[in-house]
């Protein structure tokens, strides 16, 4: 007889992302994929995904970085950004997503893999701008890893020509 009281472990609810920076030619880059499948299929997003049952946050950051973009990076390079979970931020449902960033200097090739058709680092101008097809709620990511990992995400024009850092081109 099944315990109508027993709780089932549901697969699914949690996810991770991460936000990995890079630099070329003084420019910040993200790293992004491109999706391979619904939702939000041929969308550029984080690399990531469902944290599996008994994984901890962090081992699956970096088992999803490496699978959908070829990308080795141990864990303690990556930090903690946060935890979110919006409601609606998933059209699957209430998805949960705890996200991490990082820094790598040396901007290494990647590949799409697993449930990415394709990887590349892109300027995070161009990842943040408003006519760029990026899914779920990683444009906000972003954002928000930007601005904590480097200040703010641009300075007023007449400062720009001072060379000031962080400035995101």
Same mark, same amino acid.
């Given at each position: 007889?099944?315990?109508?009281?027993?709780?089932?472990?549901?697969?699914?609810?949690?996810?991770?992302?991460?936000?990995? &920076?890079? !630099?070329?030619?003084?420019?910040?880059?993200?790293?992004?994929?491109?999706?391979?499948?619904?939702?939000?299929?041929?969308?550029?997003?984080?690399?990531?995904?469902?944290?599996?049952?008994?994984? !901890?946050?962090?081992?699956?950051?970096?088992?999803?970085?490496?699978?959908?973009?070829?990308?080795?990076?141990?864990?303690?390079?990556?930090?903690?950004?946060?935890?979110?979970?919006?409601?609606?931020?998933?059209?699957?449902?209430?998805?949960?997503?705890?996200?991490?960033?990082?820094?790598?200097?040396? /901007?290494?090739?990647? !590949?799409?893999?697993?449930?990415?058709? /394709? /990887?590349?680092?892109?300027?995070?101008?161009? &990842?943040?701008?408003?006519?760029?097809?990026?899914?779920?709620?990683?444009?906000?990511?972003?954002?928000?890893?930007? /601005?904590?990992?480097?200040?703010?995400?641009?300075?007023?024009?007449?400062?720009?020509?001072?060379?000031?850092?962080? !400035?995101?081109?």
């Amino acid at each position: 007889m099944k315990d109508k009281h027993r709780t089932r472990l549901i697969r699914g609810i949690l996810t991770v992302d991460v936000v990995l &920076f890079t !630099r070329r030619g003084g420019r910040l880059f993200v790293l992004a994929v491109e999706r391979g499948k619904e939702p939000f299929r041929t969308a550029l997003a984080l690399p990531g995904g469902f944290v599996n049952p008994g994984e !901890r946050t962090p081992d699956a950051a970096v088992r999803e970085l490496g699978e959908e973009t070829g990308l080795a990076i141990h864990r303690n390079r990556l930090r903690r950004l946060g935890f979110y979970d919006k409601p609606g931020r998933d059209p699957r449902g209430p998805i949960a997503s705890v996200v991490y960033h990082g820094y790598t200097a040396d /901007a290494p090739a990647v !590949r799409g893999a697993g449930d990415a058709q /394709a /990887a590349r680092w892109l300027r995070v101008a161009e &990842f943040l701008a408003p006519e760029t097809s990026v899914a779920f709620d990683h444009r906000e990511i972003v954002a928000e890893a930007t /601005a904590r990992r480097f200040g703010r995400l641009s300075y007023p024009s007449n400062h720009q020509e001072q060379n000031l850092s962080p !400035r995101i081109t």
